[in-house]
């Protein structure tokens, strides 16, 4: 079977490398660290490192090393900005949906890991704990749609009827219930598929639209990398609810 959604994950975090050393700034690879605080060559160091673990996803010998070595750098992201946040500020939902995002990040690094290991134990109890903490995730990411409703309808384009707003609220629906599916195991499968289908949808109708209008734009080319990384992650989470094929006789 041809791992697209491994390699989806591993295009996430070349598109977010090129961001980095494009811009010489965290920020373009989805991190809002202060200028002041990791300047340019810290900046310059961490897109060198997505970008060579991001197409050595793709390598049989060193993917399994390249993906844990994404888990970790999005991992140290996570436990070092926006966890803290969302401690901080418990009842301020955007440090939950940062929290939500990055963790979803993490986690599709090991789903990804997890299916180059295939059915060995260790495979099977990582896809067993890691896919209910992304079912939330998603159910996080499905509330935000409407506690930001305003800012999520002003990215839909206009040209789509009936409205932006209403394509904002379907679109919260539908991660929701995804991230319901995904908890309850029911028809999860397919509404894993389904979300990875709108993730593509949004990087060719909003993301890449944004990019080329504007490719001096920092939160644009990290909106887009953070989108695929996003797409790869929930294309490996359906991969890993396929049904096990039974062995030849």
């Known amino acids: ?23 010489g700034a965290l920020a373009a690879m989805g991190q809002q660290v202060p200028a002041h605080v990791a300047g340019p060559m810290a900046a310059y160091a961490c897109a060198g490192l997505l970008i060579v673990a991001g197409i050595a996803i793709n390598l049989p010998r060193v993917a399994a090393v390249a993906a844990l070595v994404l888990t970790a750098w999005f991992a140290l992201w996570t436990l070092g900005l926006p ?99 995904v908890l309850s195991r029911i028809q999860a499968r397919l509404a894993a598929t389904l979300l990875t289908a709108m993730y593509v949808v949004f990087g060719l109708i909003v993301h890449i639209p944004r990019l080329i209008a504007d490719p001096t734009a ?13 797409c790869g992650a929930a294309w490996c989470l359906a991969d890993s609810l396929a049904e096990p094929k039974p062995a030849p006789a």
């Open 83 to 181: 966890l803290p946040n969302a401690l901080k500020q418990p009842l301020v939902w955007v440090s939950w949906e940062s929290l939500a995002e990055d963790t979803a990040m993490v986690l599709g690094g090991l789903l990804a890991y997890a299916l180059i290991l295939g059915d060995s134990p260790r495979a099977a109890a990582l896809r067993r704990y890691v896919r209910p903490v992304f079912g939330l995730c998603l159910v996080v990411f499905g509330t935000s749609e409407f506690v930001y409703s305003k800012f999520t309808a002003s990215l839909v384009p206009t040209w789509l009827p009936p409205s932006q707003l209403a394509w904002t609220y379907l679109t919260g629906a539908c991660q929701i219930a995804a991230g319901l599916a």
């Open 1 to 23: 079977m041809v791992a697209i959604g491994r390699r989806v994950y591993g295009l996430g975090a070349v598109a977010l490398g090129i961001g980095g050393l494009a811009f």
């Open 218 to 230: 920092l939160g644009a080319w990290s909106e887009h990398g953070v989108n695929l990384v996003l």
